[in-house]
């Protein structure tokens, strides 16, 4: 007995779209006991003061995580809404059109610039 032929649906399949490169989740920080509010700003989010607020430990440690793709970042803190202050713990910083420094993240890259590997 021969089996029945599948009919093929009308509807086209849903293409999947390609994932773009991994990210990872990258963990700022940034100390000040006496900070009102502390918010994270860099070129992911367009240096958008009010997009990433840090949450504050009771010692006085502001915390954030971020998931960002491979590559490298500039980025400051905005205290209190109006002090932009580069990551003291950072010693990665590039001199900005402002005439301050932005700190820099890489994420994903090695030292030498190449891509680490994905696990």
């Known amino acids: 007995m021969k089996e029945p032929v599948k009919k093929k649906s009308s509807s086209p399949r849903p293409t999947r779209s390609r994932k773009g490169p991994k990210k990872e989740s990258v963990l700022f ?4 006991p006496s900070a009102q509010v502390v918010a994270l700003v860099g070129e992911f989010n367009q240096w958008n003061s009010q997009g990433k607020p840090m949450k504050r430990d009771a ?23 109006e002090r932009w202050e580069e990551d003291p713990l950072n010693l990665h910083r590039v001199m900005n059109e402002h005439g301050s420094f932005n700190s820099i993240r890489n994420v994903g890259i090695n030292v030498d610039g190449s891509e680490r590997p994905t696990t």
């Not at 006085?60 to 209190?80: C, D, E, M, R």
């Open 29 to 32: 920080e940034y100390f000040d």
């Open 59 to 81: 010692g006085g440690l502001w915390k954030i995580k971020v998931s960002l793709a491979p590559g490298t970042y500039h980025y400051k803190f905005v205290v209190n809404g």
